[in-house]
């Protein structure tokens, strides 16, 4: 499981599991943000589950769960609050890394130009252009 570093303070992935929870630790990771509902797909772990061996680890855990290319504004505001709130550098997973990216850019949106966000994005492998409608709109509201 490849992590992708967003920006200071903010890693991205695919679908995590034990072996990449030590390695998010040795990274110097201190919270995971879950963004995959559970029983997206067969075999994978329910956040509960995900949950339990994060804390083990010492790990802050923050499940919010979104589907893809589905992105409201109370989810946003929850990754903007598990960011606000986390303790230490957060790595947010789903299942391409596509939502934690995507929840992330929204989050900058009104923090960050929106080139920048995308560049950002792109630089990790994450076409964002689709979103620019939804990130320019929060970056207004943001505004006013």
């Not at 850019?105 to 076409?127: E, F």
């Amino acid at each position: 499981m490849p992590i992708k570093t967003l920006a200071p303070g903010i890693g991205v992935s695919g679908q995590v599991d034990a072996a990449s929870i030590a390695a998010a630790k040795a990274a110097g990771f201190r919270t995971i943000i879950n963004n995959r509902p559970d029983r997206e797909e067969p075999g994978q772990l329910s956040s509960a589950e995900l949950e339990a061996q994060a804390r083990a680890a010492g790990f802050d855990y923050r499940h919010i769960p979104v589907a893809p290319g589905q992105y409201d504004d109370a989810d946003i505001d929850r990754f903007c609050d598990a960011m606000g709130g986390c303790q230490g550098p957060a790595l947010a997973f789903c299942k391409s890394g596509m939502r934690a990216t995507s929840l992330w850019a929204l989050s900058q949106a009104g923090k960050l130009p929106v080139d920048a966000i995308l560049r950002q994005a792109s630089a990790c492998g994450y076409d964002l252009v689709p979103l620019i409608p939804q990130i320019e709109a929060r970056a207004k509201r943001a505004r006013d």
